[in-house]
């Protein structure tokens, strides 16, 4: 291989890293832990124990051991499916399939082994988290399959905060900039709603400056978020409202993708109201939203296999692009009204002043004839124009160039 081909290579394989790696260095906000307590038929401790846990989609295993009480922990764990097996000599293999971890759960897993033979093995089916005894952290984590299938206006993930207890849409702060892609920054347990922090693939998310998120991926590129409303662990104390941690899809060792375009066109609108009582056409208007997501093994053909190396990608892209016209109706001064006669304001005689005059509706006052007036409930009193018109000595002839 020459060297400019291996100074390629070499690119290659450290752009490729870049994603195989990310998962592992994710932050504490958005990676969870495995922890439990191992024992025999007779509930004693089985120290020295191997744990093993095997993510599903990519193969990565990692290896731990019992400590002498038992006990074992996996830290610094990324969301996804695993399989947990532990061996000891003399007791038959335990395998707990298809253990799903999502963003930031801290799950307890405790093993008791049966007498038999390693190569023996007894499988449990992992059931669903329904109460988390490890921690007293409160959240609410939104799966990839809902975040696509629920109708979004705009595609923005935070409309789907709403379905976290405890939530409400606030229109103040963040909410300002989110009026084109239909996001929602949610009040919390009460909190407003410029105290949320959130965080993707564990790393800050958050634009301090306008108080809203700094980036919002496309439904199709999440894997999942958690709303945690009430939290406990000391990362988490930069918000006092909502953590919100999203977690973008990784790479795995099969390759998948998804494609998207959504249209809206004044060719499929009906006409607004206030176009119709002014009798207004249609505007125009054309809105797109589109874009892809691709992920899989790196696969440089002859070069380099990834399901092999474990070294995986994934990327998206979104466009969006709006082309929009507004009408806007407003009342201006007719040509009398523009000389000073606004006598068509006149109506029906209302009530009388503290001088016992006659005050009609859309009556119009001289200002420079304003006087005090201690009988008067106001503490002042001024004259009304004769029928409504201002004469002509009293306009401004700066205004009537504007004619």
């Not at 990784?250 to 809206?264: I, K, P, T, V």
């Not at 859309?362 to 009193?381: E, K, R």
């Not at 009304?384 to 401004?396: E, G, L, Y």
Request: charged fraction near 15%.
């Amino acid at each position: 291989m020459t060297g400019e081909r291996l100074g390629l290579f070499n690119a290659l394989v450290l752009w490729a890293a870049a994603f195989v790696l990310a998962p592992q260095l994710v932050g504490q906000t958005v990676s969870g832990r495995i922890t439990g307590t191992i024992t025999d038929p007779s509930g004693s401790s089985v120290p020295q124990a191997e744990v093993t846990l095997t993510n599903l989609g990519t193969g990565v295993t990692r290896t731990t051991t019992s400590g002498s009480t038992g006990e074992y922990t996996i830290e610094s764990i990324p969301p996804g499916s695993y399989s947990l097996q532990v061996r000891k000599e003399g007791f038959k293999s335990y395998v707990v399939s298809n253990l799903v971890l999502r963003v930031n759960e801290s799950r307890t897993a405790d093993v008791q082994l049966s007498l038999g033979g390693v190569t023996e093995s007894v499988e449990v089916r992992a059931d669903p988290l329904a109460l988390d005894t490890t921690t007293a952290t409160i959240g609410h984590v939104v799966e990839h399959q809902q975040i696509v299938d629920l109708p979004l206006n705009g595609r923005n993930f935070t409309q789907l905060t709403l379905l976290t207890p405890g939530a409400s849409p606030v229109q103040t702060g963040q909410q300002n900039l989110f009026t084109v892609t239909g996001g929602i920054s949610p009040a919390v347990n009460g909190m407003r709603a410029q105290m949320n922090d959130f965080t993707l693939d564990g790393i800050d998310n958050n634009m301090r400056f306008t108080n809203n998120y700094a980036q919002s991926p496309p439904p199709d590129a999440l894997e999942e978020f958690n709303v945690e409303s009430h939290q406990t662990a000391a990362e988490a104390s930069f918000a006092a409202g909502a953590t919100v941690n999203l977690v973008t899809r990784a790479g795995s060792n099969e390759f998948h993708g998804s494609a998207w375009e959504f249209l809206r066109n004044d060719k499929l609108d009906a006409n607004g109201f206030f176009n119709n009582f002014f009798g207004a056409e249609k505007l125009p208007r054309k809105q797109n939203q589109y874009g892809f997501f691709v992920g899989g093994p790196v696969m440089i053909p002859a070069l380099y296999d990834g399901r092999k190396s474990r070294t995986y990608f994934a990327g998206y892209y979104e466009g969006f692009k709006v082309r929009v016209s507004n009408v806007t109706s407003a009342n201006v001064p007719d040509a009398a009204e523009r000389n000073g006669d606004f006598s068509e304001l006149l109506g029906p005689v209302i009530g009388a002043d503290c001088l016992g005059r006659q005050v009609r509706s859309g009556q119009i006052y001289d200002p420079l004839t304003t006087v005090a007036n201690s009988s008067c409930p106001q503490g002042y009193i001024r004259d009304p124009f004769p029928n409504n018109i201002i004469p002509a000595t009293k306009i401004s002839p700066i205004a009537t160039a504007y004619h």
